[in-house]
């Protein structure tokens, strides 16, 4: 699907090559090119996972060298934007396979709100984090992820340096809040984390 596409109405169709710009009140306003986003450093938002086995670690992904940003820097499981028009969940689930190829099921953790500058690039983003249980190996897609690696919490900075904002999740939320929200041994709420977050 390509910018150039357009619905039976004349309407352009949502692309993946744009994100969803949003408001204070973090309601979409819009949507612009993914590079020009980050370029501009505009407020948009994105989805991020964490897949957690039964022992705590969380899976990691190296981002493929051949992103426009972090190519090469190990990150949370996957991460990624909404289409216009398309929920976190889906765009989540969405993702999850196009990145790794796994249907593993999805809940909800928390809302983040970070800024942090990437080499040129700024990333500025409302971020619906989710958690999975991963009993399965991942088959991931070499067009997006270089190799994958599980993190253990005796061991958390075997990967340094993370992304900015797999780093901020590790710092907000550890190892035991997703492994209990993954096993359903928590109240099931999503947090709200609060304002932005300068990185």
């Known amino acids: 699907m390509t910018q150039a596409e357009a619905t039976n109405d004349g309407e352009p169709r949502p692309t993946t090559r744009e994100v969803v710009l949003l408001d204070a009140q973090d309601k979409p306003v819009g949507a612009i090119g993914k590079h020009a986003a980050h370029m501009r450093g505009l407020y948009h938002a994105a989805i991020s996972i964490v897949l957690v086995d039964r022992t705590g670690r969380q899976l990691l992904q190296q981002r493929a060298w051949t992103k426009y940003h972090c190519g090469g820097m190990w990150s949370n499981a996957c991460c990624s934007h909404q289409m216009a028009g398309e929920s976190s969940h889906a765009a989540a689930r969405r ?12 809940v909800p953790l928390a809302r983040v709100r970070y800024r942090a500058r990437v080499g040129h690039l700024t990333e500025h983003e409302c971020v619906d984090l989710f958690v999975g249980l991963l009993d399965e190996a991942p088959r991931f897609n070499p067009r997006e992820v270089a190799q994958v690696a599980w993190l253990s919490p005796g061991d958390p900075h075997a990967h340094d340096p993370l992304t900015p904002w797999s780093t901020l999740y590790l710092k907000l939320f550890g190892f035991d809040a997703p492994l209990r929200r993954a096993m359903g041994l928590d109240d099931g709420a999503v947090r709200d984390c609060g304002p932005l977050v300068q990185l």
């Open 95 to 106: 993702r999850l396979y196009d990145e790794l190829r796994l249907r593993t099921p999805l």
